[in-house]
């Protein structure tokens, strides 16, 4: 995350200064500084660029309004005076156009979604009738804006309806709308500041990846070395044992939208296995888990080997355990692990888990539903190698093939996550949105390049980008960016290997990379020193003349296609 304040416009038909007070006090990351556009001044704010709330510039915008704001026909519905449906949602359309408008102004919009207020019982029964009903209207409003946002990168909608649910009775103050202009209670705008922060978490690539798990009053009730897998409380005609279970579907319904699942567990391996294995209402199989750690060991250490093991970073992690104690350990000693509050009874649990705000995310791709099945495979690569006298002997078994295919439609959505997700072998770690990739990627002189990699065990997708800018006799690498998945396994010099000969196809006499240092990319630096190149150690730059042959790595068999789809 940049240690820079995020600054964020606010647009709003009423008053949302407390919003803005939510923001800035919120100490998590991202940090936020938020700016509120004069009251009222929502088509200026969005339609006047040389409007005073752009003489400093914004990261995102919130625009959040009445149904009225947005549409002035809605003043209609409310008035119970006959309104054409038609032309309510032909304003939609245009006050959608004017949100998409905002794109070149800030990287994100955020659009709280529109409500009916809850007091106002519109027509009762006939509420819901195409037409004069004020919740089918709102309900359209909402279909037609959600269609709007589909074809619009970067244009995010935020559920209101959710926040105030959570609110009750305290979602909607008259006293407040009358005296302040505020439009709904402070539990709503906190609310509506959590999911705020929580969309800038994802879009800026800050989900979490990987939830650790504790076993023995988390997964299932008991504790399994002294009760035995038989006698565990899972499933049944019981209350906690179908807790466990619904939790258990829960998780597994995040591994198939690329959600990472693994165990720290103090317990005998052997016993808890047997549990996972055999018990009839065992939802996770062991295929679930990329990797486990069940010992009696420390957890810390436990969640640090995995993390290794993994190639993830502890900043990726969930871990939940039934534990206080073990909880406070691993705060205390692991900061960058998120370890959420958890409740006492596993009714709750299904519920905690769906409530974790940095488990969203902004897409699922292919290779996010496939992600479990590849850590499944991993582990068989592991017991491959261990059979194996080298490293190099291991490698060369695995028939590694990578397919490098430049930048286009049908892989822009996946390259962009990789861009913004990737943090350990990544050069610049440089964040764009989709169109600032294909902005970018037109300008003169650059290529952008995918890898898509797979071996013998496994398709790990599309795990590679690469993005050269060339300018008179010089090719630089922009952006280097590998999956930990592949890392290790020589794709990282497929990439140089890539790099050189683009560049010199293109006429470029030597390759540069500056290495632009971060928190968590020092693994790229690493590569790079043993590389090859020529380095300048305090410039943490390196060159390579296109002179001189970057050999492809001969265990790996590598395609390139052209924009076309032909393979050369």
Known sequence: ??????????????????????????????????????????????????????????????????????????KGILEHVETPLAGVLEEVDLFAERLASLLD???????????????????????????????????????????????????????????????GRDAFVPKLWYMAKVAFGNEVLREAARDIKAGLTTVLGGA???????????????????????????????????????????????????????????????????????????????EDFAGWRIHWGDKAQSLESLAEELNLGLQSMIMIDDSPVERARIREGLPEVLVPDWPAESMHFKSALLSIPELDTVSVSAEDAARSRMYAAERLRREARSSLPSLEEWIESLDLRVEATPLQPSNLQRATQLLNKTNQ???????????????????????????????????????????????????????????????????????????????????????????????????????????????????????WDTAREFPLPKAVRLTRHPPEGRAR
């Open 208 to 286: 979490r990846k990987l939830i650790v798990l504790d076993l023995d009053n988390t997964l299932w009730g008991g504790i399994v070395g002294d009760a035995g897998w038989e006698n565990l409380q899972l499933g049944g005609h019981d209350p906690i044992g179908e807790g466990f279970v619904d939790f258990q579907r829960a998780l597994k319904a995040l591994t198939r939208r690329g959600i990472l699942l693994a165990i720290a567990s103090k317990n005998e391996e052997g016993v808890a296995l047997e549990a996972i294995r055999r018990h009839p209402e065992m939802v996770l199989k062991e």
């Open 425 to 543: 072998m990544n050069l610049s770690t440089r964040r764009l949105t989709e169109s600032e990739l294909v902005s970018w990627a037109a300008g003169e002189g650059r290529s952008v390049w995918t890898f898509a990699v797979r071996d013998k065990f496994a398709d790990y997708g599309l795990t590679g980008l690469l993005s050269l800018e060339i300018e008179n006799d010089t090719a630089r690498i922009v952006d280097y960016v590998l999956s930990c998945r592949v890392m290790g396994r020589k794709i990282e010099e497929t990439l140089l290997h890539a790099a050189i000969i683009e560049a010199s196809s293109r006429g470029a006499k030597e390759v540069t990379a500056l290495f632009l240092p971060t928190k968590k990319n020092m693994p790229c630096l690493a590569f790079l020193r043993a590389s090859g190149m020529d380095g300048d150690e305090a410039a943490l730059s390196f060159r």
């Open 1 to 74: 995350m940049d240690p820079r304040p995020l600054r964020g416009l606010l647009i709003s038909d009423f008053n949302v200064q407390n919003l803005a007070g939510y923001l800035d006090n919120d100490a998590g990351e991202p940090r936020v500084r938020a700016h509120v556009a004069p009251y009222g001044q929502v088509e200026p704010a969005l339609l006047d660029r040389g409007h005073q709330v752009w003489r400093e510039d914004h990261d995102f915008a919130v625009v959040w309004t009445t149904p009225s704001g947005a549409a002035p026909s809605f």
């Open 105 to 167: 102004r800030v990287r994100f919009v955020f659009v709280p979604t529109w409500v009916a207020p809850s007091h106002d019982r519109g027509l009762g029964l006939l509420d819901l009738k195409t037409g004069p009903g004020l919740s089918n209207t709102v309900m359209r409003m909402n279909l037609r804006l959600i269609e709007a946002s589909d074809k619009t990168a970067n244009l995010h909608l935020l559920n209101t309806s959710r926040w105030l649910t959570r609110a």
